[in-house]
């Protein structure tokens, strides 16, 4: 593999876990911004564990029907109406995003800046793109269909509050990401990691936004599809 | 230590990977599209969202390359929100019963889930 992370002498297997945690010494064998990225991301995972959890509650404990996914977030192109193709596009703008960030990664690593800096532009406008669909999406469903937070005219009051608390709280990420992602975007793009010639903070950055993508995965199957 | 040169993978695995979370993303989508329903719906929304998962997880994070002790540190403590959800999930069921003995107009009796 081209890729060993162990050295010849050392244990593999369950007894690498068990060394490294083992004594008074680091657990964590890789850069610190790797280790904290990965340690804010977790914190991260139980944030919307628990929006997901509350909304699951709140959709198991309605005797009011929840209102169909499929039908409030379809779209009438032409003549047709088509269930849920926003959220469908938004998907794939989403997937993209990470596919050009992986990219992004790989150049970072063969210190080529301003590929690197290219693809985490290309990577942040596929962003702007997923947060202004959803703009869209949130005006379409307070102004047109009268979704309000406390409720709504589809069915269980609780949908509105789910919806919004879920979806927004996602919005912000990819919008605080975007904002991530060009931040470092210019400073590689300045050369300012060619004197240490360490580009692992867009490493670091692609976790975050890897992460954001991982998220809308759930969030896609839960509170769309379900 | 791999400081220096950091997580190296080839190009093309990252758009194999790519094309997969395209395809899967279409299944999930065509799922709700063909109006599949009950059980066999479920099974295949959870199927493809754990393999979306996975591979996101695994190849774009680099999880799948990082040394145990990290990879454990960050896959078990999730499990935790298992516990919450089956916690929650009995605690939905008992919200739904005694909102639909105390709470539901009063409608032909048994009715399980009356419109408002």
Not at chain 1, 25 to 33: I, N, Q, T
Not at chain 1, 51 to 69: D, H, I, K
């Amino acid at each position: 593999m081209a890729h060993l992370t162990h050295s010849p002498s050392e244990p593999t297997g369950l007894r690498s876990l068990v060394a490294d945690w083992s004594a008074d010494r680091e657990a964590f064998k890789v850069p610190c911004g790797k280790a904290m990225m990965w340690i804010f991301l977790l914190s991260d995972t139980f944030i919307f564990g628990c929006f997901l959890t509350g909304y699951m509650t709140e959709r198991m404990a309605s005797p009011v029907p929840w209102p169909n996914a499929s039908e409030v977030f379809a779209l009438t192109i032409g003549n047709a109406k088509i269930p849920l193709i926003l959220i469908a596009i938004m998907t794939f703008v989403l997937i993209s995003s990470s596919g050009t960030m992986a990219m992004a990664v790989n150049c970072a690593y063969r210190k080529d800046r301003a590929k690197t800096a290219a693809l985490m532009f290309a990577t942040a406008a596929f962003g702007v793109m997923f947060v202004s669909m959803q703009a869209f999406e949130w005006t379409k469903l307070i102004v047109h269909e009268g979704i309000r937070p406390w409720g709504n005219p589809l069915g269980a009051a609780q949908f509105g509050a789910c919806f919004f608390m879920i979806t927004g709280f996602h919005g912000l990420h990819v919008s605080a990401g975007v904002i991530y992602l060009l931040t470092v975007a210019t400073k590689v793009l300045k050369g300012r990691y060619e004197e240490s010639g360490n580009y692992q903070i867009v490493e670091i950055a692609g976790l975050y936004w890897h992460f954001v993508d991982l998220v809308w995965v759930f969030i896609f199957a839960f509170f769309y599809l379900w | 230590m791999q400081h220096e040169s950091g997580q190296q993978h080839p190009v093309g695995l990252y758009l194999k990977i790519w094309a997969l979370l395209f395809v899967l993303s279409t299944f999930s989508y065509l799922v709700d599209y063909f109006h599949f329903h009950g059980y066999l719906r479920w099974f295949l929304i959870v199927t493809f969202m754990l393999l979306k998962a996975g591979l996101i997880v695994s190849v774009f994070m680099h999880l799948a390359w990082e040394r145990l002790a990290l990879v454990y540190a960050i896959l078990l403590p999730p499990l935790a929100l298992l516990v919450l959800v089956a916690l929650m999930a009995g605690e939905a069921d008992y919200t739904a019963s005694t909102r639909n003995v105390y709470f539901a107009p009063a409608q032909p009796a048994a009715e399980k889930a009356p419109q408002r």
